[in-house]
């Protein structure tokens, strides 16, 4: 796009986002903007999701979620339960208990992805072999009507339940909620290690067969010690804690983000979620467009690889949006000439 500026304006709120006679209105806490065409590119992780039932807990047990976790030294003294096994709270888990702390994990039917397998980073074969771009249509209709969560992935290194265990963190099942006093929990520790395993084979077969597809001369598999190590696991499973005899202090979130669309005043533009209807990142209205959503048209939606090619296909429609009507007033008017100057024209633009 050659010579032409796009005006960035910096620390500005934007409060209200309404329509009016086909024109989008931008009110912001220091001025109003008109527009015929708006692409809301705040994504849809910026606001934590905690269970229903979360201010059930005791008041003296202090709550905080992933995206506020700094250190294990901003924590009060005592032990912590991590709820979620995803890459939030694998990691929070093992940079809990690495500095002493006793840490409980209630885990999810999460996958898992090893760090480096065959050579090379592991999302970035994924990446590379296609495996990013199943459609989001499939990953919803192969997970229940919903995507999938994001698998555990270690920032520097493999992390799995399993080396988790072996490192002292305690495995529980899925937290339920608070059951006459005590903090309970599912019988599916086992069901989700199990999951996690068999998604992180299902990953390296992928590797496997893109590397030979593509012929390409990578070093041979190599057994990752985070997912030969023999789990430790409580038998029987905890189901119940009591949270006075457990010296569990705080609790850390790390169950999810959605987005926060409460500015956006135009009906029809959210579901009953308070979360964007869509079709590839396309608003349900004329000129309404969506830029990172996590899953938004593939797998590798709101993550970095996407960025390009999805902000390609939004500009593409805008442009083909701005140039019809333009392109229609000329049809329109050859019509018009041909009708006049025959007489037995159809015009039908």
Known sequence: ?????????????VERLDSENGTYRVTTDCETLLAHSIVIATGNQCRQVRPSWWSDLPTIVRQVDSSAYRNPAELVEGAVLVVGSGQS????????????????????????????????DSFNWLTISGFADVPRRQLILENGGRPPPRPLLGATHTISLQSLSAQGVVLLGRFNGIVNGSLAFGDDVDDHMRFADEASAYAKRVIDEYIERAGID????????????????????????????????????????????????IPGVLDEAGQPKHHDGIGTIPGLYFAGLDFAVTR??????????EADHLVSHIATKVTRPQEEADERAACLAAVAGQGNELCNV
Do not use: H
């Open 300 to 309: 590798k939606s709101g993550t970095i690889p996407a960025v390009a090619e």
């Open 89 to 120: 709270g694998g990691q929070i888990a093992e940079d809990l208990v690495q500095a002493g702390r006793r840490v409980f994990l209630a885990t999810s039917r999460t996958g898992r992805l090893m760090r480096r397998y065959r050579g090379g």
């Open 1 to 13: 796009m050659t010579g032409t500026t796009c005006r960035v304006r910096t620390r500005v709120a």
């Open 218 to 265: 990578a070093p041979p598999a190599e057994d990752d010690p985070a997912e030969t190590v023999a789990p430790s696991v409580p038998s029987p499973p905890i189901r119940s804690i009591d949270l006075a005899a457990s010296g569990i202090s705080s609790i850390i979130w790390c169950t999810g983000f959605s987005g926060d669309f409460s500015w956006v005043k």
